[in-house]
């Protein structure tokens, strides 16, 4: 049996985070499981014990999220499920002990929306762009007597906030899914190995 504090139980904690840590690579990840940790507040993010502080510090390094809110053995919450995936809902549910346990069972279901979301980006379609329109439309206001003696900050301001107009006119735009996005030719993979 291990001694509280002794050199061998802090061996065991060590390696069960260095564990942790190398399973929280995955966003996909659900631990679950009897921790035995029962001064660790979990609303408060708190711990009374130094192995339980450790185990604390060991889960918020790693960005895990406990999502058991009751207590699941004579009031403390030993049965924990701790995950990385945030944003799902959990529906976690306590349901009486299973034959001679004195822990309670933690039954919970992983509720994700299945709706997908569209992709709401446009884009300009140059291909179909009517470009001596929007060059004459264009013209037109670069020539006109308030763009006189203005010089170039004046003229491109001018510029800019005539350019939506003749942009909406000649050039049509259309919505890109997700799926059909190509990468642009210089986010190449030597770009992305950067």
């Known amino acids: 049996m291990l001694q509280w504090g002794s050199d061998q139980e802090d061996q065991v904690d060590e390696t069960l985070c260095r564990q942790i840590g190398a399973a929280s690579h995955s966003q996909a ?10 001064d660790i507040c979990w609303r408060d993010n708190t711990a009374g ?12 390094e ?5 999502v058991v809110e009751e207590p699941t053995r004579r009031g403390a919450m030993l049965d924990l499920v701790l995950t990385k995936k945030q944003g799902l809902e959990w529906n976690v549910k306590l349901k009486g002990s299973l034959g001679c346990s ?6 919970f279901k992983i509720l994700r929306a299945v709706r997908r979301a569209h992709s709401k980006l446009t884009v300009l379609d140059f291909r179909t762009a009517d470009f001596g329109l929007f060059r004459d439309l264009l013209g037109r206001v670069l020539r006109n ?3 006189e003696g203005r010089g170039a900050q004046g003229i491109w301001l ?3 906030d005539h350019l939506p107009q ?16 190509k ?3 210089w986010k190449n993979k030597k770009f992305l190995d950067i």
């Open 62 to 66: 790693h960005f895990f999220l406990q």
């Open 183 to 185: 990468r642009p030719a």
């Open 29 to 38: 990840l659900v631990l679950m499981g009897d921790f035995n940790h029962p």
């Open 49 to 60: 014990h130094k192995q339980s502080r450790r185990f604390l510090e060991c889960i918020n």
């Open 158 to 160: 001018i510029f800019k």
């Open 145 to 147: 007597k308030a763009a």
């Open 102 to 107: 004195d822990h309670e069972m933690v039954e």
């Open 166 to 181: 003749p942009q909406e006119q000649c050039i049509p735009t259309n919505r890109k899914s997700g799926k059909k996005i």
